[in-house]
C-alpha cells in the first residue's frame, strides 16, 4: 500500500466518468507508488476498462482527476509517456508489418529509442522477427503486445487481461517475469485480470470495483492474514465487525481485519463458535463483486 513518503505512480481522485445520462464510473480514488503490483477485480461491466482508459488518458474525466508521475494523465509530457506502458486485451492493426520491422518502428515514437528488448523478454516471448503480424496466432500477438509495452523498462505498467490468451506455461511464466521486473527499481503494474489464482499469487494489493465504483482497497498481506469468511445468523454478528460485502440471505459474511477478539465476541453473542473460513481471492470477488 503506498506510503505517502515517494511520488506517487498514479493518482485518481474522485474520478467520475458519464456518457450521456449513464454513469461508468462513480467518485473513485487511491494512489499507486512505486514497487506496487496492483490487482483490479470486478465482474464485466464493473468499470475496470473505462479506468483504464482514463488511467492512459485515452479517456477524460466527467469530474474528478487522474495524474501518472504527478502530471495530468490526458496532457502527459514525452518524458511521461516513456514511463508508462499498456498491454491491451487484445492487439489489434499493424497486420501488414514484420514483427522486427514493428518493434523497431514504434521505437521511434519515444523521447529516446528504446532500441532492442531486452534479450531475456525476446527469450520469453519466443516470436519469429520475419513473421507477419497477421500471421501470428492470438497468443503470439499478446506476446507481442508485452514486448512492446515492457521493451523500454517503463516505471508503470498497466494491463488490461493481458494473459487471457496465453497458454498455461506462458502465463505462469509471464506472472512471474512481471514479479522480477516490478522488484526492479521500484516498478509497478496495475492488471486487471479475471484470472484470480495468477492474480492471488502475484498481487501486492487488491481493489474491487463493482457497478462503477471502488468498494474495497486491501493490502494483500492484509487480506491474508485477517480476512474471513464466517457463516452465522444474520442478526446476530456483532456491530464491531467490519463488514465488506452486503449480508446475504445465507447468513454469509466476509469481514476484513479479523482477530481473536471477534471470535469471542461470535461466540458470546451467538452461544456457540460459527464457521469461519480462510477465504480465497475467488471467494472474496465473487462476494463482494455479486
Known amino acids: 500500500m503506498y506510503d505517502g513518503n515517494t511520488i506517487p505512480f498514479t493518482t485518481v481522485t474522485h474520478l467520475t466518468k458519464q456518457y450521456g445520462a449513464r454513469t461508468a464510473l462513480t467518485d473513485i480514488s487511491f494512489v499507486v507508488g512505486p514497487g ?7 465482474p464485466n461491466g464493473a468499470g475496470k476498462t473505462t479506468l483504464i482508459g482514463c488511467l492512459l488518458g485515452f479517456l477524460l474525466p466527467s469530474s474528478g482527476s487522474v495524474h501518472l508521475f504527478g502530471e495530468n494523465a490526458a496532457e502527459l509530457s514525452p518524458a511521461g509517456r516513456g514511463r508508462t506502458g499498456f498491454v491491451p486485451q487484445t492487439m489489434t492493426g499493424f497486420g501488414w508489418f514484420k514483427v522486427g520491422e514493428l518493434i523497431a518502428y514504434l521505437g521511434k515514437f519515444y523521447a529516446t529509442d528504446p532500441g532492442l528488448p531486452p534479450a531475456w523478454l525476446l527469450d520469453w516471448a519466443d516470436l519469429d522477427m520475419k513473421a507477419r503480424v497477421k500471421s501470428l496466432s492470438g497468443g503470439q500477438k499478446q506476446r507481442l503486445a508485452i514486448v512492446l509495452a515492457m521493451r523500454h ?63 474495497h482497497d486491501t493490502p494483500m498481506s492484509r487480506f491474508r492474514s485477517s480476512a474471513r ?49 480462510i477465504p480465497d481471492l475467488e471467494t472474496a470477488f465473487l462476494e463482494m463483486t455479486r
Open 36 to 42: 506496487e503490483i496492483v490487482g483490479l477485480l470486478g
Open 153 to 215: 523498462g517503463p516505471d508503470l505498467l498497466i494491463l488490461d487481461e493481458p494473459v487471457a490468451s496465453l497458454d498455461p506455461q506462458a502465463r505462469r511464466d509471464f506472472m512471474a517475469l512481471l514479479v522480477t521486473f516490478c522488484a526492479q527499481e521500484g516498478r509497478s503494474a496495475i492488471i486487471s485480470s479475471h484470472i484470480l489464482s495468477d492474480l492471488e499469487k502475484i498481487a501486492t494489493r487488491a481493489i474491487f470495483m463493482r457497478h462503477g465504483r471502488l468498494i
Open 229 to 277: 469468511w464466517i457463516t452465522a445468523p444474520r442478526d446476530a454478528l456483532p456491530e464491531t465487525l467490519a463488514c465488506l460485502a452486503e449480508d446475504r440471505a445465507t447468513g454469509a459474511l466476509l469481514v476484513d481485519g479479523w482477530d481473536d477478539h471477534h471470535a469471542t465476541l461470535l461466540t458470546a453473542t451467538l452461544g456457540t463458535t460459527p464457521e469461519i473460513r
